[in-house]
Structures are given as C-alpha cells and as structure tokens.
C-alpha cells in the first residue's frame, strides 16, 4: 500500500510550478489530491493528468483570498473525497520593487495572496482536521506553508513578499501549538530558486532595477550563495513536502525546512 492511500490532499497554486509538483507527489504516494488555482483550466489540467496516471485527484477554482470560494473549495473536496488530511498553502506571486517605489495596491496584493490565503485556506482546512473522526478523537492532519528563503533572510526589492514570507513562520508556529493535542503538526518549507514562471519573470525586472546583466542576476543573486551554484528543482521541494506530510507524529512540528542548496542555512 502506497505510504499516503485513503489520505487527502488540498495543494493551493498547483496549476504551475512547486505545486503542480507537489500535486504530483502526493499522488504517486497514495494521496487523493485536490488542485486548487486561480487559473481553473489549468488545475483541471493537472487533475487530468494525475486521474490518467491512475490517482485521484479533482482540479477547482479558487482565489485564496477569496473566502467565501475557500470555503466553498475545502467543502467540495470533502464532499467528493470524504475528509481532508493535508493542506499545502502554496499559492503565491511575486511583485518587485523599491520600498519607496511599492504601490500600496501592490502591498495589500501580496500580503493578502500570500498571508490571507494562508489563513483562510488553514481556517478551513481545520474545520475538518479538528472534527471527531468517530473515535472521540479528531481527525487530525498536516499544514505545509510554501515559504522561502526569504522566510529567513531580506534581498533588496522584495519587501512585501520577504515581509509575507517571514510572516508565515508566526503562523506555522502558531497552528503547531494550538493544533498539537488536536493531531494537526504544521510546517514550512523554505525553497531557494527555482526556474518556475514566478522566478523566470523576475530575472528581466531584477536586472533592471539593479542595474545588472541577467546572467549576473542568475549567477550573483540567485545562485551566488548557492554551496554549488545549482537552482533547487520543483522535485526536491515536492519530495520534501511529501516527507513532511507522511511523518507519523508531532516530533516533527513547527519546523521551517530550508531546500536551498545551502543559499541559507539554519
Ligand atoms: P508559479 O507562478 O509557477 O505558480 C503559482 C501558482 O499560484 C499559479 O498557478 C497561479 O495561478 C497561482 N495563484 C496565484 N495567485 C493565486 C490566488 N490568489 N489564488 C489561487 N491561486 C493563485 O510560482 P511558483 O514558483 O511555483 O511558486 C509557488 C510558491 O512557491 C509561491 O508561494 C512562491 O512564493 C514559493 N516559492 C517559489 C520559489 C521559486 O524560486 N520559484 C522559491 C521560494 C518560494
């Protein structure tokens, strides 16, 4: 028996990119998966894929900082698959610029994609984990939170998405105490670089407002505190998150897990 069968799975962001991945992953282990995206054909896209290989899966539109689609999303995964066992908070978008220079509307964008969505998508997903699964005890489950390195440190330009990023371990640590005795354990994963449209977008506007080549902003930016000069993979992110979703107990929770190819170390 595959190590997550009869489990379920919601990824939001998982048309592209890390969650597609970690859609996939959590399949192939077993998982019933749910793809939830702002971009509908592309979610059903992935469900199509994962239903072809033989998995589960369901594609659904969702806008994370919409809560009434949130909730209305999480309540469609239950319905057609029973309950709910793993939420991985992943959508997310980029938007650089100086501090001086941010629009406010561009502020309130990430933050509420990145920190609302994080917050409703787990108020949710909580209202199945917490409910008794018949035994006198809850159901329980697993809140992985897309991080980044930038949950650690601060690059220049980034000040909404470093400010989200960070804000993500408070919440992390937050659900781990209040869920311990509930059964729910709750993550991040901090990746470094990976080539994903959101990252592949940033090396034309990087180079400009730094005022350097786009083989520098690779080279330099991205990978110069690289331990090999290698950009993490979607794969090496997927299989961590998979990691984090099968261990059995809370030993494990709470935790900010850095995939980075050493870019920061903890
Ligand atoms: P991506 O652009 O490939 O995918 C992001 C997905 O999120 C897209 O499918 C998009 O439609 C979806 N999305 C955007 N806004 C949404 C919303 N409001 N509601 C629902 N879905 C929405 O990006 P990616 O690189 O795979 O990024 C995924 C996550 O990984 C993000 O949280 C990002 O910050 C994080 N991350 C990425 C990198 C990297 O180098 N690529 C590094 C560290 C962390």
């Known amino acids: 028996m595959s190590s997550m069968e009869g489990k379920v ?3 939001t962001g998982a048309a592209s990119g890390i969650g597609k991945e970690i859609a996939f992953e959590l399949a192939r282990a077993g998982a019933a998966v749910a793809i939830a995206d702002l971009n509908h054909d592309g979610a059903q896209a992935v469900a199509a894929q994962i239903e072809q290989a033989g998995g589960r899966a369901l594609g659904l539109a969702m806008d994370v900082t919409d809560e009434a689609a949130v909730n209305a999303g999480i309540e469609a995964v ?13 959508a997310g978008i980029q938007i650089v610029n100086p501090i001086e220079q941010f629009a406010y509307a561009d502020w309130k964008k990430m933050l509420a994609i990145h920190l609302d969505g994080a917050f409703l998508t787990t108020k949710a997903a909580l209202l199945h984990m917490y409910r008794d ?6 159901r329980g489950g697993v809140v992985i939170y897309m991080g980044s390195v930038h ?11 470093v400010t989200a990023k960070h804000g993500l371990l408070g919440l992390a640590r937050t659900l781990a105490k209040e869920g311990g005795r509930r059964g729910v354990r ?8 990976v080539r994903t449209p959101l990252v592949d977008r940033q090396i034309p506007e990087q180079a400009r407002e730094l005022g350097i080549s786009e083989d520098e902003v690779i080279g330099k930016v991205m990978l110069g505190n690289t331990v090999d000069g290698v950009f ?13 979703a099968e261990f059995p107990s809370a030993a494990l929770t709470g935790q900010s897990i850095v995939v980075s190819h050493g870019w920061h170390m903890q």
Not at 78 to 90: A, E, P, T, Y
Not at 133 to 138: L, P, Q, T, V
Not at 239 to 244: G, I
């Open 78 to 90: 239950v319905q057609r698959f029973g309950g709910l066992d793993v939420l991985v908070s992943n």
């Open 186 to 193: 709750s993550h991040v994963v901090c990746p470094g670089f």
């Open 9 to 11: 799975a919601v990824v």
């Open 151 to 161: 949950s650690h440190q601060a690059s220049p330009l980034k000040s909404a998405y």
């Open 133 to 138: 699964d018949g035994s006198g005890n809850s």
């Open 232 to 244: 993490t993979t979607v794969e090496d992110v997927a299989r961590t998150v998979r990691f984090l």
